[in-house]
């Protein structure tokens, strides 16, 4: 008996142990272990589809309660409805007798409706295209219905041409863009009447003179997402609020096979919030109230952090300073501070510190911009900064960018300089 017990006992002081020292660390398995989950094809990319960035919001107020963060009012969630078009199911594009592959030959553009059928192909580059009085003559003609127009404007000098037809203005049943080396996504609040395809020029045969495309297309006029919003309360100054604040949002499905992981976007954001809960609730409790904020339709337009301003669930005035995380997975060549030049004596503080420390290998300033949630903020009159790690891996809005190539190179440097920044507001 005496034997199990002390058995029992060395096992628990082991847990305690691991346990404390886990806690009291920069969790760079914890990292990969919350990216891992959210690239996960449970999550469909995190987007309206399936239910996708519910299930990460689900996850992450999860992890907030594992950690000690307590809600901002009775719910860590704060709805809120956006317009989304998606592609939830069927999707197939042939030219000829050959299928392209989705995300990696090409990619439908966002505002797309609902197409099926085979389509005689127009080719138009830089030699073939008609002049402008032609291109409305041909279409006055109804030339170009049931046609889909190939468009290849690459060193093309018709600007005006070229822009008729990327803009539909002769009015054919769709358009593909041959795209030169990168196939880059992203959402869209609004749907067209006709088909866009991107498509990678060294996929597409230019002999071809038939698509075949068949794409399932659902537009969602009030589909329902929400903020995920905890905190730690400071124990000098409770009033007083610092905020930290990534969009755990992507680009979810194309299709019913292809969707996008967001490992670098955002879900290395996602991670860095979360380990800086995990710090601030276990190492070192914070002086000032620690708000995390973790927004949802980012990627749709910075949607989240807008309902939030309108609406927040305590006083913008209480915010001392914010800082929203974005793409911390790389970081060989330092990190960006948007709104660096708008806040120079704390961007300058940041850069001290990074000297001080040897973190990074550069802290580069940037001005305004409205490229992530801080932007709501800082034009409402709260000092806010948007950092974002540079170098690395290439991979963003697109099929690539999965959890086991991101390096998290610079994550814990990057951890160390918040930490730091955040002991000198």
Not at 92 to 114: H, N, R, W
Not at 146 to 155: C, E, G, N, P
Not at 199 to 207: A, I, P, Q
Not at 210 to 230: A, C, H, L, R
């Amino acid at each position: 008996m005496f034997i199990v017990l002390k058995k029992q006992l060395v096992g628990l002081i082991f847990l305690v142990y691991v346990f404390s020292v886990d806690l009291n660390s920069q969790n760079i398995e914890y990292a990969r272990e919350v990216i891992d989950t959210l690239t996960s094809s449970y999550f469909s990319g995190r987007g309206a589809v399936n239910k996708g960035e519910k299930k990460a919001a689900d996850y992450i107020a999860n992890e907030f309660l594992k950690v000690g963060l307590k809600p901002i009012a009775q719910s860590f969630f704060q709805p809120f409805n956006y317009s989304i078009n998606t592609f939830p199911s069927t999707l197939k594009v042939k030219l000829e007798d050959k299928e392209l592959i989705a995300g990696v030959d090409y990619l439908v553009d966002p505002k797309s409706v609902k197409t099926k059928g085979v389509f005689n192909l127009v080719y138009y580059d830089k030699s073939t295209i008609p002049s402008k009085k032609k291109l409305y003559k041909l279409k006055k003609q109804g030339f170009f219905k049931d046609k889909i127009i190939v468009i290849d404007d690459k060193d093309a000098t018709q600007k005006e041409e070229f822009t008729i037809i990327k803009t539909n203005g002769i009015l054919a049943s769709g358009l593909v863009f041959l795209e030169e080396a990168k196939l880059t996504h992203h959402l869209s609040t609004i749907v067209s009447d006709y088909v866009v395809l991107k498509v990678l020029r060294n996929s597409f045969d230019k002999t071809a003179t038939k698509i075949s495309i068949e794409i399932d297309q659902e537009f969602i006029p009030n589909y329902t997402s929400q903020n995920v919003i905890g905190k730690i309360v400071g124990a000098e100054f409770p009033d007083s609020i610092i905020v930290f604040s990534a969009h755990y949002d992507h680009l979810g499905k194309m299709g019913s096979e292809v969707y996008f992981p967001g490992a670098n976007d955002n879900a290395s954001g996602i991670a860095m919030l979360l380990n800086l809960a995990y710090y601030y609730s276990y190492k070192e409790v914070p002086k000032k109230t620690i708000v995390f904020m973790a927004f949802g339709a980012e990627e749709a337009g910075i949607i989240g952090s807008k309902h939030f301003v309108e609406n927040p669930t305590f006083s913008l005035a209480s915010i001392n300073f914010m800082i929203n995380v974005d793409i911390m997975g790389t970081g060989d060549e330092g990190i960006q501070v948007v709104n660096g030049s708008e806040f120079k004596p704390q961007f300058d503080k940041l850069v001290e510190i990074n000297s001080t420390n040897n973190y990074l290998k550069q802290v580069k300033i940037r001005g305004k911009a409205a490229n992530s949630d801080h932007y709501w903020f800082a034009e409402k009159g709260v000092p806010a900064i948007f950092i974002y790690t540079l170098g690395g891996i290439k991979a963003y809005h697109d099929v690539y960018d999965v959890s086991k190539t991101l390096p998290l190179s610079k994550f814990e440097d990057c951890f160390r300089l918040l930490t730091d920044f955040v002991n000198e507001l």
